[in-house]
């Protein structure tokens, strides 16, 4: 259950993500309707940093605009660790990724992990089950408030990409 107080913040988060996004999001023009956007999930960032997944890379070359939660970030340094302890990265693959991963933290638009995007992510989407954290990425890319033909979602989860895709958004 949603208690009122929490329904009318998150009714007010709605512009201040957009608001944040918007310096990144607008073409020249200050038009943020027709720009195309890619949403950058954590399996897909993955698999371009740990596999040189060269579909990911191509759609992350500095003159894409890319979108992505809050929560990406956090999901693909905590691989890397693991990556790292478990032996399957060297050191030196570790520096280099994080460096990779931090530029591309500077010029990817991030959505906050708020009231309105955890909630959403509480509710049924159209294929379920989704774990938590996916349902987090899903909720993140309606709290965007794009138009969903102009989000391309990059993502390597089936889960992600059938809801995505059900849910109107391009899927690569």
Known sequence: MVHKSAKSR?????????ERSRHYLTDTSGDERTLPVHYIESSALLS???EEDAGVLAI????????????TFAECFRALVRARATGRITSEAEQIIVRAL???QLRCAS?????EVLERAGRPFPVEPVRTLGAVHLA???VLGLPRGQVTVVT???????NAA???YVVR
């Open 166 to 168: 059900l849910l109107g």
């Open 140 to 142: 993140s890319l309606e």
């Open 111 to 115: 959505i906050p992990l708020t009231e």
């Open 60 to 71: 992350l070359a500095p003159e894409a605009r890319c979108v992505t939660s809050a929560l």
């Open 10 to 18: 998150s009714a007010r988060s709605r512009p201040a993500v957009r």
């Open 48 to 50: 371009a940093l740990l």
């Open 102 to 104: 931090q530029t591309l």
């Open 156 to 162: 390597r989860d089936n889960r992600i990409r059938d």
